[in-house]
């Protein structure tokens, strides 16, 4: 049974993030990955300096590689549980049967997107229907963009969208707009559509207007929405870590969780976390926990240099 000083679950950019630090402070660390991020749909990513533009997945094979030159390893597998032993060791469970062995483990398994049960949603998700301005903001800009309701923080996602394009159309769906929604998007000139959306309108591959149950069709070029962001955080509060009333896994500032040992980073515990942000949460996971366990090796040392030494 193989054992690991760490093992990061979850090969995004906070996990291979946080694997390259480990590896390169030389502690035994294996990623387990299953292939499957959350920004696959996206053609590119924007605002990760020195990086603007790359495609997510050569972001992740640059990583990988980087990781492997400094003997990390890699088992392209999904991880079904964690076990916690008497004595601080961790029981990583593959789902093909496999048991890995670590000292500390790093969960870095992200979040899910649960978007809107609309025609075209999922098929257009990550390409003309968008969620994050900053990612993909200055790309539509100055195009007539759309802003779905029915989710919460839809009117103010929609005013933050104005920031990017001056025709921009709010269409409520199921958001029951109070007076102070309508005083300011009308005040940023921003329209307001009433009436369920019944689907996204596409022609030769490209979004061309958003149709309502009426019948409406409103012509928008890239659709902004707001979804709920469910954590993949499963393995976590598996162990009893603590959460937020939300059931987000809740961390001091270098992603240690209330379980020892476990710790936590990227969008499984933020949900705010950009590809920047997740790489920087994984690096400071990963310094937080070879400190630890430096500490670790030297109790060991002592305790095993007192029952060597002559009395």
């Known amino acids: 049974m193989n054992t690991y000083d760490i093992a990061v679950i979850g090969g995004g950019a906070a996990g291979l993030s946080a694997a390259l630090v480990l590896a390169r ?20 990513m924007q605002g990760f300096l020195s990086r603007d533009g790359m495609p997510p997945a050569g ?19 999904t991880v079904s549980g964690l076990m916690r032993s ?24 992200g979040l899910s997107d649960r978007l809107p049960d609309i025609a075209g949603v999922v098929e257009r998700w990550g390409r003309d229907l968008l969620h994050c301005p900053y990612c993909h903001g200055h790309e539509v800009r100055d195009q007539p ?14 005013l933050l969208i104005r920031q990017w394009s001056p025709d921009v159309v709010f269409f409520a769906h199921t958001t029951e707009l109070t007076d102070s929604d309508r005083e300011r998007l009308t005040a940023r000139a921003i329209g307001i559509v009433e009436g369920e959306v019944d689907r996204l ?12 149950v009426d019948g409406r069709r409103v012509p928008r070029t890239a659709v902004f929405v707001r979804p709920e962001f469910v954590g993949n955080n499963a393995l976590v509060r598996g162990l009893g870590a603590r959460t937020d009333d939300a059931g987000w896994p809740l961390v001091d500032a270098g992603g240690l969780t209330s379980v020892p040992g476990l710790w936590a980073a990227g969008n499984a515990v933020n949900p705010r976390a950009q590809v920047i942000t997740a790489a920087g949460e994984g690096s400071a996971a990963a310094i937080a926990m070879n ?21």
């Open 291 to 311: 400190n630890d366990l430096a500490e670790e090796d030297v109790r060991d040392a002592v305790e095993a240099f007192r029952t060597v030494r002559p009395t």
């Open 201 to 212: 309108v596409v022609e030769d591959d490209r979004l061309c207007a958003v149709e309502l």
């Open 86 to 109: 008497p004595n601080g060791t961790f029981g990583v469970l593959l789902k093909d049967g496999g048991t890995l062995l670590a000292r500390r483990v790093l969960v870095t398994t």
């Open 25 to 44: 402070a030389r502690r035994e660390v294996v990623v387990i990955d299953d292939g499957r991020p959350r920004n696959a749909p996206a053609t590119h």
């Open 59 to 77: 972001l992740l094979a640059v990583g990988r590689a980087e990781v492997a030159g400094y003997g990390g390893e890699f088992v392209d597998q």
């Open 145 to 158: 963009l759309g802003v779905l309701g029915g989710t919460p923080g839809a009117v103010q996602h929609a």
